[in-house]
């Protein structure tokens, strides 16, 4: 079977045109209302304030509904979000004031009125989305007092928006919650009592010519606390540490390589050397061993296939986050874009490992594309069944309806899955070879001991530490956004620091790599592919730091969504700093052994 090169990119093509689609911004001509025009108003979701990603659906409250809910057709980033907006009972005009207006009177039961303290004592909050702006506010207020003792819970039944607009368009909204308030009484168990409690509404227009539409929402107080700074001192810091160390290898590497170069000449316009360096020692006597074939080279090749896409899956989304293409007037569009390239960047998995497991000689090139469509996607199906079974346990909106599991399944077995065959079929049918710079015995070479700061651990340690270092600044951020419901909006400097971290881990194989050939071990395939891998390791341990001492988020819902989605972020990492790693530890092998003379 032979695909040609149209067919393939017309395929690719399509696949990103896709993603771009759902992932542009809203234009504003998509946002424009005359005087009166009813504004689209939507309740969404609540949860615990320290629990982010705790969400449960806004009308689970014994609160104002309507008698038939309809809820808004979520876009597939949305419903991953865990966003369920539906119809509100406000009634917002563009431009038209209201005051104290009533949405409805609800009798509360006892059990309505734990269900209420209880979602006080926990600091639950609200989301509703106007015009596509997220706005939030607080459910009650818990007083306590020691001295003298009060327990105290009170629920705010009145919302007091405050609309921005700027000519004919909405550029900022705000809810002021605590107008009002009513003290929700201790009901004993067993009790018939109900609690009457009238809920209203105030809208006031405010208009504010100085924000444009294109900056909307990003001004103002922000509800969640706020960790995004600019921290320009650590991170150029960091940069210009990274950058020296990656300078510091590169030459040293250079004047060693130059003096082995010489060393293993033996040509007579050398300049003299001494008698004890003449004989063949070091990484040039493995020369007839460093290109034999590792053990287990179809699960290596599939594992290969994944860091590559997802190297190219990660250098897509900052490209298109720096193209502007996520933004706050989209709910959950970065979601889409990843689920939809990693789909399609599938083929680029298939193509590297057909093509690496052909040039290794392989025969059992099916079994690899197999091998290399479930090596991500079955770890992360399971541990996806996890998280979602306690979310559906837990009656959370995180919980995936059944119709989003078959579109998920749907793009895998359909789009992704397909692709990985052709891009192995693809690379199966490339014809070029391996091309090993030297002829590789029958008879394996024996492999002296090596001290202990040669191990694999040693190395593990330092060709994961290194690259962590160079992220750690960073890493903080990322982790306080994604956990904190903030937008990440300082993409040029991820960018950088993505930059430093290739560049970081491309020097510390190549290092380590060298390392290892000069004790006359051979087995540097596996070997590059760890070392670089365990950076994985280090930003997993990193997570149960930021979980223990830098964050409150409690409970099992949580608990169990932050530790299943950090691992699965983890592997991917070391999937695709594991494959930089090899290939830059081969194109150093061959740079090498290229060079040097042989007899």
Not at 37 to 52: D, E, L, W
Not at 98 to 114: A, F, R, T
Not at 147 to 157: G, Q, S
Not at 536 to 559: H, K
Request: aromatic fraction near 14%; include cysteine; charged fraction near 15%.
């Amino acid at each position: 079977m032979r695909l040609s090169g149209a067919g393939v990119a017309a395929m690719l093509a399509a696949s990103i045109a896709c993603v771009l689609l759902l992932s542009a911004p809203a234009t504003a001509e998509m946002h424009k209302f005359s005087d009166g025009a009813k504004v689209p108003t939507y309740v969404n979701k609540i949860g615990p304030y320290f629990n982010t990603h705790e969400t449960y659906h806004y009308y689970s409250l014994p609160v104002c509904r309507p008698d038939n809910v309809v809820h808004r057709s979520l876009t597939l980033g949305e419903v991953l979000n865990g966003d369920r907006m539906a119809e509100a009972l406000f009634t917002i005009k563009f431009k038209k004031s209201v005051e104290n207006e009533e949405l409805c009177e609800v009798k509360l039961s006892p059990q309505e009125i734990h269900q209420l303290r209880d979602a006080i004592e926990d600091l639950y909050y609200f989301e509703f989305i106007i015009d596509d702006l997220p706005v939030r506010g607080f459910v009650g207020q818990l007083e306590e007092r020691v001295l003298p003792h009060a327990h105290r819970v009170f629920l705010w039944p009145h919302v007091d928006f405050e609309i921005e607009y700027n000519g004919n368009q909405i550029v900022g909204v705000s809810v002021d919650e605590k107008q009002k308030e009513v003290e929700l009484p201790d009901v004993e168990e067993g009790s018939t009592l109900t609690f009457p409690v009238k809920f209203t509404y105030s809208v006031k227009w405010v208009e504010n010519k100085n924000v444009a539409f294109k900056d909307r929402g990003l001004h103002g107080k922000s509800f969640f606390p706020t960790t995004l700074e600019i921290r320009w001192l650590s991170i150029i810091n960091s940069a210009v540490l990274v950058l020296l160390l990656t300078g510091f290898v590169a030459i040293i590497m250079a004047r060693v390589l130059s003096r082995d170069f010489v060393r293993y000449s033996n040509e007579e316009e050398d300049l003299e050397l001494e008698s004890d360096l003449v004989d063949d020692h070091g990484w040039k006597i493995i020369h007839t061993d460093v290109f034999r074939f590792p053990p287990y080279k179809a699960l290596l090749c599939a594992l290969l296939g994944n860091g590559a896409q997802f190297l190219t899956l990660f250098a897509s989304i900052i490209v298109m986050a720096l193209s502007g293409l996520f933004n706050v007037h989209r709910h959950g569009s970065m979601n889409t874009a990843a689920v939809l390239l990693y789909a399609a960047t599938s083929f680029v998995a298939g193509f590297v490992s057909g093509k690496l497991y052909h040039q290794m000689e392989g025969k059992h090139w099916v079994w690899v594309i197999v091998m290399t469509s479930c090596v991500f996607t079955v770890p992360f199906f399971l541990v996806w069944g996890v998280i979602n079974s306690v979310a559906w346990y837990s009656g959370s909106t995180q919980a995936l309806p059944a119709t989003t599991i078959i579109l998920l399944m749907f793009v895998f077995i359909f789009i992704g899955f397909p692709l990985t065959v052709v891009g192995g079929i693809c690379g199966k049918n490339r014809k070029a070879p391996f091309d090993a710079p030297c002829r590789t015995k029958n008879i394996p070479r024996e492999i002296p001991s090596a001290p202990l700061y040669r191990s694999l651990a040693a190395h593990m340690f330092v060709g994961g530490f290194l690259p962590f270092s160079a992220i750690a600044v960073e890493l903080y951020y990322i982790f306080a956004t994604v956990w904190g419901r903030d937008h990440y909006t300082l993409y040029g400097i991820l960018m950088m620091v993505f930059l430093v971290l290739l560049a970081v881990t491309v020097c510390i194989s190549v290092s380590l790599t060298y390392f290892q050939l000069s004790s006359e071990d051979y087995r540097w395939w596996w070997r590059s592919y760890f070392t670089c891998a365990a950076t994985g390791i280090f930003v997993l341990g990193y997570g149960a730091f930021f979980f223990t001492n830098r964050s409150s988020m409690t409970g099992p819902l949580q608990t169990v969504q932050f530790f299943g989605y950090t691992l699965l972020a983890c592997y991917a990492f070391a999937l695709m700093l594991g494959s930089l790693g090899f290939f830059s530890s081969l194109a150093f092998v061959r740079y090498i052994y290229k060079n040097l003379k042989l007899d």
